[in-house]
Structure formats: C-alpha cells, structure tokens
C-alpha cells in the first residue's frame, strides 16, 4: 500500500487543480525549455513577470510566485542540480529542492502540490536515482495534512514512481 497523501500520476503538470506545481527552473528563474516552458506558456506573462522581481534562485532552493492563468494558485520555483555524474553533491542538492518546495508550501499554508521529476530532463539526472530521493525525501518531510502528486512525464516515469512507492511501505 502507498503512503497516505502521496500518489503519482502521468499528465502535463500545467493542467493540476493544486494549491501549487512545482516548476524545475534554473537559476535566473527566466524561463527555458521543458517544463519550465510548458508552466511559462501556461501561465502567461504575468508570471513571467513576478519572475522578474526575485533576482534568481541559487540551485538546490525555491521560490514561489502566483499562478497566473494557471489552475494551480501558486507556482513553487526550485532549481535541480545539473547531473555530473553524481560526486558533485547532487544527490543531496536534489534533496534539497524537495525539502525547500515542501517548506515553502507549509509557509504559505498550502496542502495540495504538484512535483515534476527536477533535474532528470535537460539536466540529466537519471531518472531512477532522481525518483527514488524525490519520493524518499517527500515521504520523510511532508506534513500529515498534505496530498502530494509526482507528475509524469509519460509511462515509463510513471512505473519507476510506482515502483518507488511501493517500496516505501
Ligand atoms: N509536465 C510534467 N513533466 C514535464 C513536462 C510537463 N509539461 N514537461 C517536461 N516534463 P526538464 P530539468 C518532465 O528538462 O532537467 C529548463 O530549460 C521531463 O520529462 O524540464 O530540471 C529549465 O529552464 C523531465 O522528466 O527540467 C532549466 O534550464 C522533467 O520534467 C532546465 O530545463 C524535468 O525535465 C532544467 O532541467
């Protein structure tokens, strides 16, 4: 059985009715390609906008803005590291991207979200090692009041996420 208040699904992230989707941004927080772009385009420029007014976002933490045009009411901006072969200390700034998200909902009173997998498209981080912490540092630092969805990106993501928690319980 899963852990309660966690679940994943496969689907475009822009499309969740949730308190907030969490956007695998870089650094400048400008905008770019994959889903940082779908959320942009969704979302439209007002986002692009409140963007603007945060002065970028050092890897590993998260900022959140407005959700603009989006369903989801709040957007939640974190940073994955670039994969370099894992010594550079991605598994625990990836770690981290979950945790700072999840501090950041709590903050603002927020109890449904929306992860993307961070750092496992252009930034290549494998996919595996990458669902395995998402799930593992979720599962250990969400609150009880909180639902929380892995978006993803097609059916292959979809099975290493239902394999990983599985593995929780
Ligand atoms: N909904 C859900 N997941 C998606 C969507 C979507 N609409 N589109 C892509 N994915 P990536 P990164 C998945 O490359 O690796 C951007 O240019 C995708 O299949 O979006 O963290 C930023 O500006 C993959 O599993 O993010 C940064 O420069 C996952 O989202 C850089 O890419 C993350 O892939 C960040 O790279």
Redesign the pocket.
Known sequence: MATPGLSTIA????RLDVDAIVN???ETLL?????????HRAAGPGLLAECRLLGGCPTGEARITRGYYLKARHVIHTV?PVWHGGSRGEDELLASCYRNSLALARQHALTSLAF??????????P?ERAARIAVRTVAGSCSPDMSVIF????EE?LAVYRRELAALS
């Open positions: 689907t475009d992230i822009t695998a941004a870089n905008g770019g390609g994959g889903v940082d772009g779908a959320i994955g993307p997998a961070i750092s496992t498209g252009v930034y290549r981080f996919l978006a993803c990106f097609g993501a």
